[in-house]
């Protein structure tokens, strides 16, 4: 069984560590992630990836808070695809993520088309 | 649905999974939508067990996450990214800056909805460049002379670690104006194409007055 280390990302804060820190999410990957959302993303401090982080950790709470009430409503206890889909619906600041819980026919993401809330 | 204008890079190949694992519904060729982006999977999402720690810490003991809804929020996070960063990356292109910095992240999110996100991450930014900002000075321990120095809470780079060991989100912090916080702390933070020395050549000069640090002044 994988043991946690000291730095490992098991704990939300804990300790100091080295250049990484005890972050939960892996900063490199973050910064891939914001290099490819656009062409032209140049250059990205050090910390924006930092803030990141953060703030995907807090996104996914509030998700899966939300998601999970969804479960719970439907007296259930495991939580689906379609507890984040009625979560994002929901939920005013998810709307970007409509097109990726609810695929058109397609199955492809269409960015530049208008949305239509059909297909669940 | 226009996603505020903003167009992603960051696209699909292959549709979204109905259950279970990644499966392909159609052949594996490449879609001319989707050509540009041959990246590997692995790298275009958070890895999953990151993603399914955070949620289980969420959600109660018992709880149980189906497969789809793992990989549903693993995309959504990717997605998340994408769509801050979009905004961001507008923002500096508009004010003619080749950086993205933590202060254009926190904008962008606070103009997309995600207000309630900014006080905690503004915090925590502190907490890390006061951590980070003491071990490259190898000052570890805190040393009481230095605690005078930066008793004010000014950070720059001998900010020592009087609180060794504290969890970055643990205690209460001190309050901050969020606003005042993001405009002015940041303005001279950025660090142009940074892997993440976060400790390096950082004044605060562009701060009048800001003192994170100075819990009774208001």
Redesign the interface.
């Known amino acids: 069984m994988r043991q946690a280390g000291a730095y490992s990302?098991?704990?939300?804060?804990?300790?100091?560590s080295?250049?990484?820190?005890?972050h939960?999410?892996?900063?490199?990957?973050?910064?891939?992630?914001?290099k490819?959302?656009?062409?032209?993303?140049?250059?990205?401090?050090?910390?924006?990836?930092?803030?990141?982080s953060?703030?995907?950790?807090?996104?996914?709470?509030e998700?899966?808070?939300r998601?999970?009430n969804t479960?719970i409503q439907g007296k259930r206890?495991?939580?689906?695809?379609e507890?984040?889909?009625s979560a994002?619906a929901t939920t005013?600041?998810f709307?970007?993520?409509?097109?990726?819980?609810h695929?058109n026919a397609?199955?492809?993401?269409d960015?530049?088309e208008?949305?239509v809330l059909e297909k669940k | 649905?226009?996603?505020?204008g903003?167009?992603?890079?960051?696209?699909?190949l292959h549709?979204?999974p109905t259950?279970g694992p990644r499966m392909q519904?159609?052949p594996p060729e490449y879609?001319t939508?989707t050509t540009e982006?041959l990246?590997r999977e692995q790298?275009?999402?958070?890895?999953i067990a990151?993603?399914i720690?955070?949620?289980r810490?969420?959600?109660p003991t018992?709880?149980?996450?189906?497969d789809?809804?793992k990989?549903?929020?693993q995309?959504?996070?990717?997605?998340?990214?994408?769509?801050?960063?979009?905004e961001?990356?507008d923002r500096c292109?508009r004010e003619q800056r080749?950086?993205?910095?933590?202060e254009?992240?926190?904008w962008a999110?606070s103009k997309?909805?995600?207000d309630?996100?900014i006080e905690?991450?503004t915090i925590?930014?502190h907490r890390?460049?006061e951590?980070?900002g003491?071990?490259r000075g190898s000052m570890?321990g805190g040393d009481p002379s230095l605690m005078k120095r930066s008793g004010v809470g000014n950070i720059d780079d001998f900010a020592p670690?009087f609180r060794?060991?504290?969890?970055?989100?643990?205690p209460p912090p001190p309050p901050v104006p969020p606003a005042a916080t993001v405009a002015g702390f940041?303005n001279d933070?950025?660090?142009?194409?940074?892997?993440?020395?976060?400790g390096t050549s950082r004044r605060a000069t562009g701060v009048a007055g800001f003192q994170p640090y100075v819990r009774f002044k208001e």
């Open positions: 990302g098991i704990l939300s804060g804990g300790g100091v080295g250049r990484t820190g005890p939960l999410l892996p900063l490199a990957r973050i910064k891939k992630i914001m490819k959302s656009s062409v032209d993303v140049k250059m990205i401090s050090g910390e924006a990836p930092l803030v990141f953060k703030a995907c950790e807090l996104f996914i709470e998700l899966t808070k998601s999970w479960t206890r495991t939580l689906h695809k507890d984040v889909a994002v005013d600041v709307d970007f993520l409509i097109d990726l819980v695929p397609s199955g492809d993401v960015l530049d208008e949305h | 649905m226009e996603l505020n903003v167009v992603h890079g960051y696209q699909r549709p979204h259950a519904m159609h879609s939508t982006c990246v790298d275009r999402f958070m890895p990151n993603v720690r955070i949620m810490k969420t959600l018992h709880a149980k996450i189906s789809d809804a990989e549903t929020i995309e959504c996070v990717s997605e998340f990214i994408s769509f801050v960063t979009g961001a990356n292109q080749k950086t993205i910095t933590a254009d992240i926190l999110m997309l909805g995600f309630d996100y905690p991450l925590y930014l890390y460049r951590l980070d003491g071990e570890r670690v060794m060991g504290s969890q970055l989100v643990g940041l933070a950025a660090i142009a194409g940074g892997g993440g020395g976060v």
